[in-house]
């Protein structure tokens, strides 16, 4: 498996960025999808995107579409979300997570690996 550490949290005004980023180690990294998630508060993870392992296709859902991107670097062993055009309705804890099967699942139960979340708060 691989472990994963995010970081690039933080408070945000409305309409602003902010870039996440997701440093996996242990297994090979290149191996995974790496999707991104998020999750408030007595809300259940909802999945924000994917993307594959070699970079050639992600998926993101409709709220998010056009506004975020996510992007990996192999060589470097991490993956990016790049929020643009924030709303405060994206405040929420960001989790990466990492499927070995390569999938492009929107469920949690597909990831095996998780970090430990990044907050990211959006004020109006």
């Known amino acids: 498996q691989v472990q994963l550490v995010e970081s690039g949290g933080g408070l945000v005004q409305a309409g602003g960025s902010l870039r996440l980023s997701c440093e996996a180690s242990?297994?090979?990294?290149?191996?995974?999808?790496m999707a991104w998630f998020r999750q408030v508060p007595g809300k259940e993870r909802e999945f924000v995107g994917v993307?594959?392992?070699?970079?050639?296709?992600?998926y993101y859902i409709d709220s998010v579409k056009g506004r975020f991107t996510i992007s990996r670097d192999n060589a470097k062993r991490m993956v990016y979300l790049q929020m643009n055009s924030v709303k405060p309705e994206d405040t929420a804890v960001y989790y990466c997570?990492?499927?070995?099967?390569?999938?492009?699942?929107?469920?949690?139960?597909?990831?095996?690996?998780w970090g430990q979340g990044t907050q990211v708060t959006v004020s109006s």
């Open positions: 242990g297994d090979t990294f290149s191996s995974y999808s």
């Open positions: 993307i594959s392992r070699t970079n050639d296709y992600t």
């Open positions: 997570a990492a499927d070995r099967a390569g999938g492009m699942s929107w469920y949690p139960v597909a990831y095996e690996s």
